[in-house]
T-cell receptor, first 114, second 114 residues
Framework: QQQVKQSPQSLIVQKGGISIINCAYENTAFDYFPWYQQFPGKGPALLIAIRPDVSEKKEGRFTISFNKSAKQFSLHIMDSQPGDSATYFCAAPTFGGSQGNLIFGKGTKLSVKP | DAGVTQSPTHLIKTRGQHVTLRCSPI?????VSWYQQVLGQGPQFIFQYYEKEERGRGNFPDRFSARQFPNYSSELNVNALLLGDSALYLC?????????????FGDGTRLSIL
């Protein structure tokens, strides 16, 4: 069964702290791993993505770390801000059959306290 | 440039009715995918279309169908609505619908079944 396991389910961080969200993938394709940010009433917005030929990718305050041997990848949000409060989803491509579609984790609700 | 646009934004139906949801992809994008997002969960893949042909189908009953038009816009149809069909229906577009190209989501159609 193809699946993506995401943890924690919810996360509370103080302003300026580091938020860390973890994902593990099973039986999925492994050529592209995106993270999406979703605010209430909105669709998921692509935040950052990594390809497995690199172990880390950084864009501003957001960093993805990828561990191919462990089949895990994580999102780090440095200097977390109240505006980062949202639900974050990791995803992995489906393997076999349909190309170009994603299996999502169940999401992590992040609250950044001022 | 406009992002992915979906209509309507909200819809209320009763059990047994039929519904049609519409999606316009980002200009230049030829692939459209549909996802269902139940409250508190990650999006779940329903269909992918590329160049007007179905590329993939998720684990959804035959009551769900879709099509893509020559201008790459798409419709999702759901027949014989059930209470469990209440969800946010998301459309995502990508350039060519392959695994390592980013998908960009619209803000969805919130469907409520009474």
């Amino acid at each position: 069964q193809q699946q993506v396991k995401q943890s924690p389910q919810s996360l509370i961080v103080q302003k300026g702290g580091i938020s860390i969200i973890n994902c593990a993938y099973e039986n999925t394709a492994f050529d592209y791993f995106p993270w999406y940010q979703q605010f209430p009433g909105k669709g998921p917005a692509l935040l950052i993505a990594i390809r497995p030929d690199v172990s880390e990718k950084k864009e501003g305050r957001f960093t993805i770390s990828f561990n191919k041997s462990a089949k895990q990848f994580s999102l780090h949000i440095m200097d977390s801000q109240p505006g980062d409060s949202a639900t974050y989803f990791c995803a992995a491509p489906t393997f076999g059959g349909s190309q170009g579609n994603l299996i999502f984790g169940k999401g992590t609700k992040l609250s950044v306290k001022p | 440039d406009a992002g992915v646009t979906q209509s309507p934004t909200h819809l209320i139906k009763t059990r047994g009715q039929h519904v049609t949801l519409r999606c316009s992809p980002i200009s230049g994008h030829k692939s459209v995918s549909w996802y269902q997002q139940v409250l508190g969960q990650g999006p779940q893949f329903i269909f992918q279309y590329y160049e007007k042909e179905e590329r993939g189908r998720g684990n959804f009953p035959d009551r769900f169908s879709a099509r893509q038009f020559p201008n790459y816009s798409s419709e999702l149809n759901v027949n014989a609505l059930l209470l469990g069909d209440s969800a946010l229906y998301l459309c995502a577009s990508s350039l060519a619908g392959v695994t390592n190209q980013p998908q960009h989501f619209g803000d969805g159609t919130r469907l409520s079944i009474l």
